[in-house]
C-alpha cells in the first residue's frame, strides 16, 4: 500500500484517529507519520479544545432535565444566553459573568487548573471604589440596626456617611484621578 | 530603569546580544487583554458602540503616552488597504482576527513597534510588548506600564473573584499571554520535541509552531506561552514560563551536541547546502526558505558559517513572506512570482553581505 499523504512511498504506519465520535483511518509512510504526529500536538491543542469542552459541557445534563429546561441563565445586559456561551466560547459583556457565575467556577477550574480566583495585578482605581463600596455596605448593615433599635438619630448619621460615600463614588469613577 | 531600554533605537535591541540564550530564544511577547466596563464586548456590541470605544481608548493613549516617553501612531484598519493590513500582520504587530475585522478596530504602534495597542479585537484592548531575544520582565514591565497609563483614564471591566473580563474564558484573570519565540532545529531534526510539547501542556503551558497556519513548525520556529491565566499572579506565570523556556533551551543545547558529535560532516552538509539554495535559487517557496534559513541559523549558531549576520537571517524571516514581498514589488503577484521574488531577495541580500560565498562556491 502506497502512503495516503505523499503518495510515493509505502506506507507502514496506521494513524487511528478519533474526531467527534468519527474514527478515520490513514496509512502514512514513516516519513509522513512522522510529520503528523507533529502537526497534530501542535495544533490542535488550544482553540479547539476550549470550543470542545465548552461544547460538550451542557447537552448531557440538558436533555435530562427536558421541560422544565427554559431556566437557562441569561445575561440582562447583552441577551446572550448560556447555551449562546457555551456554543461561542465567549462572553458577550462584562455582566454575563455575574449572570452566568453559578457555572462559571467549574468551567474556569477546567481551563486553568483547578483555579477559579484571580491572583493578579488589581486596577488601581478599582482598588479604591471597592473599599469605598465596602464600607457602605457596612453603614448599610449598622444603619439597619439602628432602625431596628429605634435609634433614629444615629441610623439618620450613618444614611448621610452612605450618602456621601456614594457621592465619592459617582464622582470617583468616571474622571479616576 | 526598564524605560531606557525601550528609548533605544530598534536596530540595536535587535543586534544587542545580551543574555546567553539570545541564539536560540528570537523573541520575547507579552499580552494583555482589557475591556472597558461601560461598553459591551466585542462578540455582541454595535458598530456604534465600536466606533466609540476606538475613540475613547486613542484619545487617552494618544494623549497620555507622553507620560511614557512614547509617541504612538494610529492606524485605522478598515481605512488600511488590504496588502498594508497583512503586512501589519506578518510582522506579528496585528493579528489577523484585527485584520479582517468587520466592526471599527485600529492599532496604536509605538515608534519602535515595540508596544501596540490593539482596539476593538476579540477584546477592547490587547496591550502588547514585544522585545528581541529572551526578556520576559522586561516585556513585561513595559506592558504592565503601559496599562498602568491606560486603567488611571479608562474604566476596566473587573471582578473582584474573576479579575479581568475578557470575552475569552481562556484569558479571563490576568488577561495575560506571555510568550517566547524559540528556534529549536536540534529538538525537531531528532524528534524529541513530540515528547516535550505533551509533557509541556500539562503544566499549564502550550508549545506550537508559528509560522505557516495548519502546517507543521516553518522553520523549526516554536512559540511557548501560557495557558492559565486565572489563579496565579503575573509574576508566577512569567516565573514558571522562564524556567519552562530555560530548559528546554538547555534540551536543545543537548540535542545539538548530540548531532553535532554523532554525524558533524551530515549536519555539516545540510547547512551548506541550505546555504548554497538561500544565495544561488531562482525559485524559492516558503517552506524551502524558512527550512533552509533554520539550517543556516543553525550553522552560524554552531560556528560552521562566520561572517554572516544573525539579523540579516531575522529580517529575512519577516520580508520573505507574501504581503512583504508585494508590497516591496509594489504590484500583487502570484505564487510563482512570489517564489522569484523570493530567491531574488535572498540572493541580493545574503550575496551583498557576503560577497565571498558566491566566488568560493564557484571556484
Not at chain 1, 449572570?99 to 467549574?106: I, T, V
Amino acid at each position: 500500500m502506497i502512503c495516503d499523504q505523499c503518495g510515493e512511498r509505502p506506507a507502514s504506519v496506521i494513524v487511528k484517529q478519533k474526531m467527534q465520535g468519527q474514527m478515520t483511518e490513514r496509512h502514512l509512510c514513516h516519513v509522513c507519520a512522522a510529520e503528523n504526529h507533529n502537526l497534530n500536538f501542535v495544533f490542535e491543542q488550544d482553540p479547539m479544545a476550549i470550543h470542545q469542552l465548552l461544547s460538550n459541557w451542557f447537552p448531557k445534563q440538558q436533555t435530562s432535565v427536558s421541560p422544565v429546561k427554559k431556566e437557562v441563565a441569561v445575561c440582562p445586559s447583552c441577551g446572550f444566553t448560556f447555551t449562546k456561551f457555551l456554543e461561542l466560547g465567549k462572553f458577550g459583556c462584562a455582566t454575563c459573568y455575574e449572570a452566568f457565575e453559578p457555572q462559571l467556577e467549574n468551567i474556569f477550574k477546567r481551563l486553568h487548573n483547578s483555579n477559579f480566583e484571580h491572583a493578579g495585578k488589581i486596577p488601581a482605581s478599582y482598588g479604591s471604589t471597592l473599599k469605598i463600596r465596602k464600607e457602605i455596605e457596612e453603614l448599610r448593615k449598622l444603619m439597619h440596626v439602628s432602625i431596628q433599635n429605634e435609634n433614629f438619630e444615629e441610623a439618620a448619621k450613618f444614611r448621610d456617611e452612605i450618602k456621601e460615600l456614594n457621592l465619592q463614588l459617582e464622582g470617583g469613577v468616571p474622571d479616576g484621578n | 530603569m526598564a524605560i531606557e531600554r525601550f528609548l533605544q533605537p530598534r536596530a540595536s535591541s535587535w543586534m544587542a546580544n545580551d543574555g546567553e540564550n539570545v541564539d536560540i530564544a528570537m523573541s520575547t511577547r507579552i499580552r494583555l487583554a482589557r475591556n472597558l466596563s461601560d461598553f459591551k464586548f466585542p462578540y455582541s456590541f454595535s458598530e456604534d458602540e465600536a466606533l466609540k470605544v476606538d475613540k475613547e481608548v486613542s484619545s487617552v493613549l494618544l494623549d497620555k503616552a507622553h507620560e511614557l516617553n512614547h509617541s504612538f501612531t494610529h492606524i485605522n484598519i478598515q481605512e488600511t488597504p488590504k496588502l498594508q493590513r497583512e503586512v501589519l500582520v506578518e510582522k506579528h504587530l496585528i493579528s489577523p482576527y484585527l485584520a479582517n475585522g468587520t466592526h471599527s478596530g485600529s492599532v496604536l504602534l509605538s515608534e519602535n513597534e515595540e508596544l501596540s495597542v490593539m482596539v476593538n479585537e476579540e477584546d477592547h484592548l490587547r496591550i502588547q510588548s514585544l522585545q528581541s531575544g529572551f526578556h520576559l520582565q522586561e516585556a513585561y514591565q513595559a506592558a504592565n506600564q503601559l496599562d498602568s497609563l491606560l486603567e488611571k483614564n479608562l474604566s476596566y471591566a473587573f471582578h473582584e473573584k474573576f479579575g479581568y473580563l475578557t470575552s475569552c474564558p481562556t484569558n479571563t484573570g490576568t488577561g495575560m499571554r506571555a510568550s517566547v519565540m524559540l528556534h529549536l532545529p536540534a529538538l525537531t531534526m531528532s524528534h524529541q520535541i513530540t515528547r516535550i510539547i505533551p509533557a509541556i501542556s500539562r503544566l499549564g503551558m502550550v508549545v506550537r509552531g508559528i509560522y505557516g497556519e495548519g502546517s507543521e513548525a516553518l522553520g523549526n520556529v516554536y512559540q511557548i506561552s501560557n495557558q492559565m491565566t486565572l489563579g496565579k499572579s503575573e509574576y508566577d506565570i512569567l516565573q514558571d514560563l522562564q524556567n519552562m523556556t530555560e530548559q528546554i533551551i538547555h534540551q536543545e543545547r543537548l540535542a545539538r551536541e548530540a548531532i553535532l558529535n554523532n554525524s558533524p560532516l551530515a549536519l555539516e552538509d545540510r547547512i551548506y547546502r541550505s546555504l548554497g539554495t538561500l544565495t544561488h535559487s531562482r525559485l524559492l517557496s516558503t517552506e524551502e526558505a524558512a527550512t533552509c534559513l533554520s539550517d543556516v541559523r543553525l550553522g552560524i549558531d554552531l560556528k560552521m558559517i562566520k561572517d554572516m549576520d544573525m539579523s540579516i537571517l531575522n529580517e529575512l524571516m519577516i520580508f520573505m513572506q507574501p504581503a512583504f514581498l508585494q508590497q516591496y514589488a509594489g504590484k500583487p503577484l502570484q505564487p510563482k512570482e512570489r517564489d522569484v521574488a523570493r530567491a531574488k531577495l535572498f540572493r541580493e541580500r545574503l550575496n551583498k553581505e557576503n560577497a565571498t560565498y558566491e566566488g568560493e562556491e564557484f571556484a
